[in-house]
């Protein structure tokens, strides 16, 4: 009995070093399809379901897994081969399989104005190092950034230049002009952006121009009263100043604690609403559209027949004027015939 387990126990240890190092030749009945630029294969090989059942799943996927792994590794190396530095890599041809992104592909970034004003003049652009001398610790320091050469606010005395006010704090100077360069570059930035978006910069006040109408400044005249900390409550009005246009309404929003009956009683009207059959009609609405219509009907009656009575005037004027011009006198109209006739036509606008 001893004798036969030792047996056993090395076979079983066989077997499992043989499952550790399979072959690399894996046999199938139907060859793979390989899309090696995608580092894809495709496994059209029919699934015994008997000895899928038989099996551990995990096993049987396992080793299905590996077999197809083993089939593309072996694919791929067939491809031409280079050496670069101490690896050996392979060449892999275009893939053939298009695979769909889950996002559109990124646009390429639109040109800010130096650059399109580089491009006009052909500057080109040429690259600097990153470490440059600095002659007041002398040793190589990094060109931007944290302990960077020249960097002057570390200085603890500044000369006074002989221009400037001798009581001017060149410190506070120094910083306020950093902001107002770190400012300024950010607002050239959000310019770039919205030239190439094609978006129009809107005057508020904020952004000076050559001109601005008469809503570009009222809009910045409201900013400037609604940017105090009582957001413009207590700001006095000028005498004919009107209320600010657009400006919006706060939004109102059911308190999430507390009593929920006015909450209760308008889901039940909307359900009320959604179960009846019928639309819901409202009577004043209604009775205001029949009048109007009345009304626009009426109108259209009375300007048809009073386009009547002015034709038949004008043919009884033509008459006026015939019947004149056989009467006596023979003066605008000429007899009694055509009086009627003849004084309209003297003096056209009267009635």
């Known amino acids: 009995m001893a004798a036969c387990s030792v047996e056993e126990l090395l076979a079983k240890a066989e077997q499992e070093e043989a499952e550790k190092l399979k072959s690399i030749s894996v046999h199938k009945e139907l060859d793979l399809e390989f899309d090696i630029g995608n580092l894809l294969a495709c496994d059209k090989n029919r699934i015994e379901s008997r000895q899928f059942r038989e099996q551990k799943k995990d096993d049987f996927l396992r080793s299905l897994a590996r077999d197809n792994t083993q089939l593309l590794i072996n694919e791929i190396w067939k491809h031409p081969t280079e050496r670069v530095e101490e690896a050996i890599v392979v060449k892999l041809p275009d893939p053939a399989t298009p695979l769909p992104r889950e996002k559109p592909p990124p646009k390429p970034k639109p040109p800010t104005k130096w650059e399109q004003f580089a491009k ?40 006074v230049p002989e221009t400037a006010d001798p009581n001017e704090d060149q410190f506070a100077k120094r910083v306020k002009a950093k902001k107002e360069r770190v400012a300024r570059n950010e607002f050239n930035r959000l310019k770039n952006i919205a030239r190439a978006q094609k978006v129009k910069v809107p005057g508020m006040g904020l952004t000076p121009k050559a001109q601005q109408s008469k809503d570009e400044l009222s809009r910045a005249m409201s900013v400037a009263k609604t940017s105090t900390a009582s957001v413009g409550r207590f700001q006095d009005s000028l005498p004919k100043e009107k209320a600010p246009k657009n400006t919006g309404k706060k939004r109102k929003f059911e308190p999430l604690i507390g009593n929920f009956s006015n909450e209760k009683q308008k889901q039940l009207e909307l359900l009320k609403l959604m179960d009846s059959k019928k639309p819901k009609l409202d009577i004043t609405k209604a009775v205001n559209k029949q009048m109007r219509e009345e009304d626009r009907e009426e109108a259209a009656a009375k300007y048809k027949k009073g386009a009547g009575k002015k034709g038949r005037k004008g043919n009884m004027s033509g008459k006026g004027k015939g019947k004149g011009g056989k009467g006596k006198g023979g003066k605008a109209g000429g007899g009694k015939g055509g009086g009627g006739g003849g004084k309209k036509r003297g003096k056209p606008g009267k009635h």
């Open 120 to 159: 006009l003049k052909g500057i080109q652009k040429k690259k600097k190092t990153n470490l440059v001398w600095d002659e007041t610790a002398k040793e190589w320091r990094r060109r931007w950034g944290y302990k960077r050469a020249k960097d002057d606010t570390k200085e603890w005395l500044i000369e």
